[in-house]
């Protein structure tokens, strides 16, 4: 059996510090990225109902000139 050393525990916890540090920094960027995503959807589920109601608007104008009949 192997001795375990002082010197190898502390090289073993250096190792699994630095690799949270690692996932740490991965994770930020993920959280990023899924935001960066989120306030799209919400940017176009906006750009969306704006232009549904634009659409409505020019339905009613449409309608009312309609109801004005022919122009002469």
Do not use: C, K, W, Y
């Amino acid at each position: 059996m192997a001795d375990v050393t002082l010197d190898f525990l502390a090289q073993q916890q250096a190792q699994i510090i630095n690799e949270l540090a690692n996932q740490r920094a991965d994770m930020t960027v993920l959280l990023a990225i899924v935001q960066r995503l989120d306030l799209s959807v919400q940017g176009l589920t906006n750009e969306v109902r704006a232009l549904h109601g634009q659409v409505g608007r020019l339905a009613n104008r449409l309608q009312r000139i309609e109801e004005r009949g022919p122009a002469i």
